[in-house]
């Protein structure tokens, strides 16, 4: 049966942080002024100089992290739209009668223009609310059949979205801002990640609408490009319960200047020539003053605490920084730690190269069943492959 639904969104500020403050509100200083870091930066580092002491303290910290984030590196998201049209274009059985395919294409009005976004989930075929995992990606049937039978074994709604209705993925800047979302929302500044990762805020919204969903328990996830959009989802949406990028690389869970020693290095200057739509001019400004970002990925994942945090990685997947992204990791687990809530944020690691495969997949699915329903699960989430390795930070968490 195909559906045509009408959903009005409101902005709740405890509920979507999107950007509740904009970066006026706070000062940001120019390249010329910022210093050079000595170590992975403190997170606990207020504005005024001082260092945060209380819980309290630190809800006012993460926004000011993510007003820092949106200031140097994604830009600012608009709040989520009033009267989305969302029009059920699909509903059929799959896999033997054991689940549900539905299509949907979301429409967007604003400035005299419209928009069409795609996407499609599959659901356990029988009665009951499910945990969602989102997906970002090229189409709405990219996860392999094995990963989508699995899912729905353990009871999960698997969900993709095309995040190239939202933004083309063309490093000309001017010919990416002519089209998709940006002519809609011409006053924002935002980069082509933030773009897509908004397009998760669309979704969950209308899934809210949905009896079938279990709003309580979302997961988001995507690979390489969509590993940076499913952190910065992540970031500043507080209904996601797991936050789970997939080898994210630079502008994601890797560090901007830590790399393994002889191994190919992405820097903030590759990113300018290949990827110049991602993120705002201001990020690429800092190409080349690495040292002196005031900010590291270990901000990102250390504010969506106490909510979930997972990261999938590959050791030989270099370009990616698996030793980058494992020193902020070790770094934001330390605020987890702080917040009581070590077991939240965790890692798979496995060898070979840059993919989301089979045991990418399984791993996510297990740490979801283990955050959950605190089931025990078959990956090895506590392995540590960098265990000589001495992080480099020099601060400490408040006394509690």
Known sequence: MRQLIVFTAFMLITVLSGLAQTSEEYHFKPLQKLKRQHGLQDPFLM???????TKEEWQKQQ?????????????EMPPVPKNVVVKETLSEEVYNKTAIRKEYVLTLNRNGKSLDFHFGLIKPNRSGQFPVVIKNDRSINEIPDEINLEAIKRGYIMCQFVRTDLSLDDKNVKLTRSSGVFPLYPEYDWGTIAVWAWGYQLIIEYFETLDFVNIEKIVVTGHSRGGKTAFCAGIYDERIAITAPNSSGLGGTASHRYFELGQDEQTIGHASFANAHW??????????????????????KAIIAPRAFFNAHALQDYWANPFGTFLTFEAAKKVYKWMGVEENIKMHWRTGGHEQGVIDWLALLDFSDQYFYNKKVESNLDINPYSTVKIPVFWDAPDN
């Not at 504005?47 to 002491?53: A, E, L, Q």
């Not at 926004?63 to 830009?75: C, D, F, S, V």
């Open 63 to 75: 926004q000011y992290i993510k007003t820092m984030l949106a200031h140097y590196q994604y830009g």
């Open 47 to 53: 504005p005024d100089g001082k260092r945060v002491s």
């Open 279 to 300: 993120w705002t001019p201001e990020f690429f400004k800092l190409a080349g003053f690495e040292s002196r970002l005031p900010y590291d990925a270990h901000f990102g």
